[in-house]
């Protein structure tokens, strides 16, 4: 993985500097609330509901042992003994106090880590498929492109005062685990006839209050006009995309409004101003960020046939493995699902000791990785089958352990009511509720394949747009009511959710989650036609006669 | 009334005065004008008047291209620090446009920003705010002195052997 070298150790110190000197001036009125809250921001600190968070970045959501470490002991010392992996494969503290940032930024710093960016308006923290280096159905590993994405945007002169935020995904996989046509530019690495790399570019992709699947604009760009093609659209964006309504600003509308041709044309026009220019990446620079990524040294003879046999002697383990085990490219490998949703949980929260547990795991059996998913999940990618009972064992000591990778109770929930400012209604309970009504084995394994994705307001951080079944919490009179969206993707073949009828209280929503969830047991072709297929077979009829009858 | 004009590492007196669109344009002297104004005046004001050109956020800095090597002075106006536009305004005037004349921040300047605009090719700054001021008279530094693109003020040196990682000149304008 990238590793700092004396330059980015200073830059990310010089940071830390800044801000401290910033939280000094802000503290002494030299900067009002609103001069500050764009700085504190692009520093990763939000004020919410009963405290301020502090969004910590994990690049592309990579990150070793000695950092999940680090992240604990901030957990342990400076918050309530936890943290939140977010759907932007970052973390978040809800506890901290503003007097002790800088101190926590100091500590990170020590081990590589910071919050640049991972808030504000400007291009926020890269992120890219969780499996990259690893998966086996993966062309390139996409990380190389996103940390040079990553150091250019890093304090970006120009770019720091766009209209919105800006996010950027990259994956190097056919299927996309990055969700790339739901961000603002999407980036999907390949190679031509002759072994070239490029990228299929899309842009204004995004969800919140106003779903689009992106535009693509160029099929394959080759890979030396990188940077300066993603200036070029940022330079457009920044020119033209609207101010005047914060709903309004993220770069979808702007597409949306002057209509991809148009736009496509004034993004090619200044690209081909600046492709020649310095921006222009060197195939040396690529080569050298390349080796940080260089795959660990695998073991031809790792694969023993001892995962077999372990798996047939316990089901529990078959299990584990049949849901959270990914196809890995080298032989007698796999990468493992850490689900980050224990039945009835809140999604994406770990433990002090449980992060402490993985980095263990991951020093002693995953060559030193771990990587965030950004459904909220953790992930060991390179590890021996043969390992994968020990690590199993692991888990299960740090409650890490559920056989749930892709089922109905890997929910993806933002932190809604219980934390957010923003919020109109509550999240991580409904997540909590559903998950314990289909928490047993059996049952999840019997639906199969299915996303789950809920969001407490308009502003849709829990995705619930491209969930197969999606839930946006919404408040009407003073009370709380789940509006429930179907046939929502956000993989290579992304859709939006549809809305299919009027709300569910509080109370009721999860009873109207196991109706569609029946009604789907009910009319599948077989048990493999998993939620969304059977959906995009049949249609909303029969969902919506389940839920509402007959009109 | 102290100068506003901060310029070469300290605040300096003021040749330019900004006129509006009400106030009739004097027989002599310098003035930055709106650049719709700018454009009726330019060809016909008399030799004795200097005319410098303010363009706000959304205007197009390419207007000026025609009119960009008798310019001595561009302004562009920050009316809200958070509108971020004057900065790619900036860098297309020094890109695109070769200006190498006096680029000037005009509005909601905050020291925070000064670093920011600086490396979009912006040399001078018109401060209201008072604690910018302070801030700069007592020669408090609030950059990041490592940068990770290339940009448009002279004198940045290279870092190691990355295509962009830049230093700062060696000494600060």
């Known amino acids: 993985m990238y590793r700092y070298d004396e330059f980015d150790t200073d830059f990310v110190s010089a940071r830390v500097e800044q801000f401290t000197d910033q939280v000094r001036r802000r503290l002494a009125g030299d900067l009002d609330e609103e001069q500050f809250k764009p700085l504190r921001l692009m520093n990763g600190v939000y004020l919410q509901l009963h405290a301020y968070m502090l969004r910590v970045a994990i690049p592309y959501g990579t990150l070793n042992g000695a950092q999940m470490r680090k992240l604990a002991y901030v957990a342990r010392t400076y918050d309530r003994g936890y943290g939140h992996f977010t759907t932007r494969q970052n973390i978040q503290f809800n506890w901290p106090r503003l007097k002790d940032i800088p101190a926590i930024l100091e500590e990170l710093a020590t081990v590589e880590m910071h919050a640049i960016q991972t808030s504000g308006n400007c291009i926020r923290n890269v992120t890219a498929d969780h499996f990259s280096g690893a998966a086996a159905d993966e062309i390139l590993d996409p990380r190389p492109y996103a940390e040079i994405l990553r150091q250019w945007s890093s304090l970006h002169p120009e770019f720091s005062f766009l209209p919105r935020k800006f996010k950027i995904a990259v994956t190097g996989a056919p299927h996309d685990r990055a969700a790339v046509q739901v961000h603002d530019i999407g980036l999907q690495a390949k190679r031509d006839a002759d072994g070239n790399v490029g990228f299929t570019v899309f842009v204004g992709g995004g969800l919140g209050r106003t779903p689009m699947i992106a535009r693509k604009v160029r099929d394959f760009l080759p890979e030396e006009d990188l940077l300066a093609y993603c200036e070029a659209i940022l330079r457009v964006y920044n020119r033209y995309g609207r101010r005047d309504n914060k709903y309004k600003a993220r770069i979808k509308i702007l597409v949306h409004e002057t209509g991809v041709d148009t736009l496509k044309a004034d993004i090619e026009r200044e690209f081909e101003e600046i492709r020649h220019g310095v921006l222009r990446l060197p195939q040396d620079e690529i080569d050298r960020i390349t080796d940080y990524f260089a795959p660990p040294p695998f073991d031809a003879g790792a694969d023993d046939g001892s995962l077999d046999r372990a798996t047939a002697a316990d089901p529990a383990l078959a299990a584990f493995v049949e849901r959270n085990l990914h196809a890995h490219k080298a032989p007698g490998y796999a990468s493992v699902t850490i689900s980050l949703k224990p039945i009835g949980k809140a999604p994406g929260d770990a433990t002090a000791d449980q992060m402490d547990a993985v980095a263990a795991l991951a020093e002693r059996f995953g060559h030193d990785e771990i990587r965030v998913s950004h459904e909220q999940n953790l992930v060991l990618p390179h590890v021996r089958k043969a390992d994968v009972p020990a690590i199993f064992e692991g888990l299960k000591a740090a409650g890490l352990a559920e056989a749930n990778a892709g089922l109905v109770t890997d929910i993806i929930a933002c932190p809604g009511m219980d934390f957010c400012a923003l919020a109109t209604a509550r999240s991580i309970p409904v997540a909590q509720r559903i998950s314990e009504r289909f928490g047993t084995p059996e049952r999840q394994r019997d639906i199969g394949d299915l996303k789950i994705k809920i969001s407490g307001c308009i502003n849709a951080c829990g995705h619930h747009h491209v969930g197969h079944i999606g839930i946006l919490g919404v408040e009407k009179k003073g009370e709380e009511y789940y509006q429930i969206t179907l046939g929502g993707s956000g993989d290579e073949n992304s859709s939006i959710g549809e809305i299919i009828g009027r709300g569910f209280s509080y109370d009721d929503v999860v009873d109207a989650v196991e109706t569609l969830v029946d009604t789907y047991i009910g009319l599948r072709e077989t048990p493999q036609e998993d939620f969304l297929a059977a959906y995009r077979r049949v249609g909303d009829a029969p969902f919506k006669e389940a839920l509402y009858g007959t009109a | ?173």
């Not at chain 2, 009316?79 to 971020?84: I, N, P, T, V, Y």
């Not at chain 2, 020291?111 to 408090?140: K, N, S, W, Y």
Request: with cysteine.
């Open chain 2, 1 to 173: 009334m102290a100068a506003q004009l901060y310029k070469d590492g300290g605040f300096v007196a003021d040749d330019w005065r900004h006129l509006g669109d009400d106030e009739p344009l004097p027989e002599a002297g310098a003035v930055i004008l709106p650049l719709a104004r700018f454009l009726e005046n330019v060809a016909t004001a008399p030799a004795s008047l200097k005319l410098a050109v303010l363009l706000r956020a959304a205007d197009d800095p390419d207007a000026l291209a025609p009119h960009l090597s008798r310019l001595e002075l561009i302004a562009v106006d920050f009316a809200k620090f958070s509108d971020g536009r004057g900065y790619s305004t900036a860098r297309l005037l020094c890109r695109r446009h070769g200006f190498d004349g006096e680029l000037r921040a005009v509005g909601d300047v905050l020291l925070d920003q000064i670093p920011l605009m600086r490396r979009c090719g912006f040399t001078a700054f018109e401060i209201v705010h008072a604690p910018t001021r302070r801030a700069l008279e007592a020669g408090h530094n609030v950059e990041v002195p490592l940068y990770l693109q290339p940009a448009e003020r002279a004198g940045e040196r290279p870092a190691g052997a990355r295509a962009w990682a830049r230093r700062p000149a060696a000494s600060p304008v």
